[in-house]
Nanobody, 115 residues
């Protein structure tokens, strides 16, 4: 399994920005499908954004145009730049790695959008 460590969460006002980071262990990071998911209290965990090993990306409709996912393979890291944050973006954000059908998860980082 891949070890994942997220960072960068916090409290931000509506309209503000945050950048999440996820550092991964493992030798074959460049071959992993990586993604960000989020889970609000009482709700299921949903996909926010995903980036393939070749850099192709997909986004949830609710974050298109506001969030950008990127990866830095030499640093075994992915990032989520979140702009124009809204209260409904409040959730625990989880980093995900998928390799050969096996999912690995980070411990999550809290993002709270509130005035």
């Amino acid at each position: 399994q891949v070890q994942l460590v997220e960072s960068g969460g916090g409290l931000v006002q509506p309209g503000g920005s945050l950048r999440l980071s996820c550092a991964a262990s493992g030798t074959f990071f460049s071959s992993y499908l990586m993604g960000w998911y989020r889970q609000a209290p009482g709700k299921q965990r949903d996909l926010v954004a995903r980036i393939s090993r070749t850099g192709n990306t997909i986004y949830a409709e609710s974050v298109k145009g506001r969030f950008t996912v990127s990866r830095d393979n030499p640093k075994n890291s992915i990032y989520l730049q979140m702009n124009n944050l809204k209260p409904e973006d409040t959730a625990v954000y989880y980093c995900n790695a998928r390799n050969l059908g096996i999912d690995s998860w980070g411990q999550g980082t809290q993002v709270t959008v509130s005035s």
